[in-house]
């Protein structure tokens, strides 16, 4: 695996030599677009309408619409003069935080962090002083000419970057008109709720989780190619229940029997009346 770039992360006058390199990879399952009649890839040119042509990609900029049909144009080097030498390859730690403070919401892609030339001591430095602390590096980068927020943790034996979004870029929940509901949830409800979460609780292993929809695409197109009659799988009747504390109930004995372990039917206590109702407090609109 080759690094993305060659950079250093500095805090203080501290600086520690790093390499990036992806942390995740797409796994997804790529298709062509075919002409339906020929089953020949579908091209895409790039053509001006204006001067009625295709467009040499070396022809091609960057423009900024300020005003509908007229733009701005920017150059590579106005991308990289924002940046500035020293931003392009840099990492800014601007402030150590409690992990648990970042909403994971804030978060987009990953990167490790290696040690790059020379840079191991310091790097291993940083690392174990970040795990001692519990801490986490909030931190500005650029990466492709593009400035972002991101966050620095300690994750196993190594140092993992998430850019962030901005404050600006989350959009607010409160700004979701189907998030101002008013219900009232009766106790027994609640607790058989709890229950079930209690029941179907477990370490969080990732390795028990497979792309099952990816298997079966990929499963579908070898019978394809080879010819086989395609068979879809009959989906499982999910047995739809309208009353909510007998799905509650059905899902937790379903649990059990899946889990092989106490009825948290019984651990609930639950007697089969609603019992008394607490309204939920109103969810206030900003």
């Known amino acids: 695996m080759r690094p993305l770039w060659k950079g250093a992360v500095s805090f203080g006058l501290v600086y520690v030599p790093v390499k990036l390199y992806p942390a995740t990879r797409s796994r997804d399952v790529k298709f062509n677009y075919l002409h339906e009649k020929c089953k020949t890839p579908v091209q895409y040119r790039r053509y001006c309408p204006y001067c009625g042509s295709e467009v040499p990609l070396d022809e091609i900029v960057r423009g900024y619409e300020y005003e509908k049909g007229r733009y701005v144009v920017l150059t590579e080097a106005d991308f990289e003069n924002l940046a500035g030498e020293d931003g392009k390859r840099s990492v800014e730690i601007l402030d150590f935080v409690d992990l648990a403070e970042i909403d994971p919401l804030y978060y987009e892609k990953a990167y490790y962090l290696a040690p790059g030339d020379g840079g191991a001591k310091v790097y291993e430095l940083l690392k174990r002083a970040m795990s001692e602390t519990g801490k986490a590096a909030v931190a500005r980068v650029a990466i492709r000419s593009r400035q972002s927020l991101a966050a620095i943790r300690v994750s196993g034996n190594a140092l ?97 029997e899946e889990r092989g372990g106490k009825a948290a039917a019984e651990e609930a206590g639950f007697t089969g009346g609603a019992g008394p109702g607490k309204k939920a407090a109103r969810r206030k609109t900003s």
């Open 160 to 256: 993992v970057m998430n850019l962030m979004h901005y404050p600006d870029e989350i959009q607010k929940a409160d700004a979701i008109p189907e998030m101002q509901y008013e219900v009232s949830l009766h106790q027994n409800e609640l607790k058989m709720a709890v229950s079930l979460i209690s029941s179907l609780s477990a370490g969080f292993r990732p390795e028990k989780y497979t792309d099952t929809y990816r298997q079966e695409l990929m499963d579908l197109i070898q019978a394809k190619i080879s010819g086989e009659a395609v068979e879809v799988p009959a989906r499982p009747d999910t047995g739809k229940v309208v009353d909510l504390m007998e799905a509650l109930k059905a899902s937790i004995e379903l649990a059990r």
